[in-house]
Antibody, heavy 121, light 107 residues
Framework: EVQLVQSGAEVKKPGESLKISCKGSGYDFTTYWIGWVRQMPGKGLEWMGFIYPGDSDTRFSPSFQGRVTISADKSISTAYLQWSSLQSSDTAMYYC??????????????WGQGTLVTVSS | IVLTQSPGTLSLSPGERATLSCRASQSVTNNQLAWYQQKPGQAPRLLIYGASSRATGIPDKFSGSVSGTDFTLTISRLEPEDFAVYYCQQYGSSPLTFGPGTRVDIK
């Protein structure tokens, strides 16, 4: 069974750094792209970026390029989403999700449970 | 590509048919559009990809269709567990984009 298990909720202050994680199991972690999706409180879904854990190739939405870092450690089947300096506007639920099998399958077949990030002074 | 979903909210009774619309601002390459269901407090769940292919384990009461830049998700007979928010997502071009969602609630 494919599973994506995300790290727990975080409460941070503006300006602090943060790294959240997403551990995959039940499949070959290195051969499927993992994406990150933001959902602000009461709002819709926004694609942030992808990583291919096999070679750490990354792609970003222009809206998030330069604002977050996406990385992966294939030895422990874990992907990461990282901020160097959080803002209150980063308060949201963040989901990791595995893409479909093929290069063109840029939809999300399997989702993590989400990590709630709250940024408040 | 901007996706516009309508209506914003659909109020129906169990057993009724639901028709949800997703209109793209321009052509979606190879009709690469997916539909997701999201219930309160849960992650989204993939229902449809490629405009009309059901994801693994999705019952056949869910169906997708396309005409030009107009995509439709149909739920043939609503059951209590189908009341949720539904999102469309295009993946034919970058950046990937989602529609704002349609809420299906109980009338």
């Amino acid at each position: 069974e494919v599973q994506l298990v995300q790290s727990g909720a975080e409460v941070k202050k503006p300006g602090e750094s943060l790294k959240i994680s997403c551990k995959g199991s039940g499949y070959d972690f290195t051969t499927y792209w993992i994406g990150w999706v933001r959902q602000m409180p009461g709002k819709g879904l926004e694609w942030m970026g992808f990583i291919y854990p096999g070679d750490s190739d990354t792609r970003f939405s222009p809206s998030f390029q330069g604002r977050v870092t996406i990385s992966a450690d294939k030895s422990i089947s874990t992907a990461y989403l990282q901020w160097s300096s959080l803002q209150s506007s980063d308060t949201a639920m963040y989901y990791c999700a595995r893409r479909g099998r093929y290069t063109y399958s840029q939809y999300f077949e399997h989702w993590g449970q989400g990590t709630l990030v709250t940024v408040s002074s | 590509i901007v996706l516009t979903q309508s209506p914003g909210t659909l109020s129906l009774s169990p057993g009724e048919r639901a028709t949800l619309s997703c209109r793209a601002s321009q052509s979606v390459t190879n009709n690469q559009l997916a539909w997701y269901q999201q219930k309160p407090g849960q992650a989204p769940r993939l229902l449809i990809y490629g405009a009309s292919s059901r994801a693994t384990g999705i019952p056949d009461k869910f169906s997708g269709s396309v005409s030009g830049t107009d995509f439709t998700l149909t739920i043939s007979r609503l059951e209590p567990e189908d009341f949720a928010v539904y999102y469309c997502q295009q993946y034919g071009s970058s950046p990937l984009t989602f529609g704002p969602g349609t809420r299906v609630d109980i009338k």
